[in-house]
């Protein structure tokens, strides 16, 4: 693994902590279009991975499945889990400064970008 690649996956972690935390979100909404655009893992690999994240008690079984399958990526799943910590702890302290109308608007904001990278983007 790179270092690239690790400072790519503490991104990820961070910023799905941090939105997570702001807007009270799961971080797969954020974790899994970052994976496949910026590391270019497949959808599948990506599922498997943030699902990873949140292994315990969240998503264990999911993970399973997708573990025999060899769709889970334990290194990024472990990188990104540390620093989601983190930034779920500054996002949620930022967020509670927020007016309800801000936090609304962020939240809308997160999902439309998001739903139209995922509808248009490659």
Do not use: C, D, R
Request: charged share 5%; hydrophobic share 60%.
């Amino acid at each position: 693994m790179t270092i690239s690649t690790i400072l790519i996956l503490i991104l990820i972690g961070l910023l799905a902590g941090i939105i997570s935390g702001i807007v009270g979100i799961g971080g797969g909404l954020l974790m899994i279009p970052m994976l496949i655009f910026f590391l270019g893992i497949s959808q599948h690999s990506a599922q498997g991975t943030s699902l990873a994240v949140m292994l315990l008690p969240v998503g264990i079984l999911a993970v399973m499945n997708y573990y025999k399958a060899g769709f889970v990526e334990w290194k990024f799943a472990l990188i990104i889990a540390t620093t989601f910590i983190i930034g779920g702890y500054f996002g949620a302290k930022f967020a509670v400064s927020l007016s309800p109308i801000v936090l609304k608007k962020i939240f809308g904001a997160i999902l439309l970008v998001a739903a139209i990278k995922m509808i248009f983007g490659k």
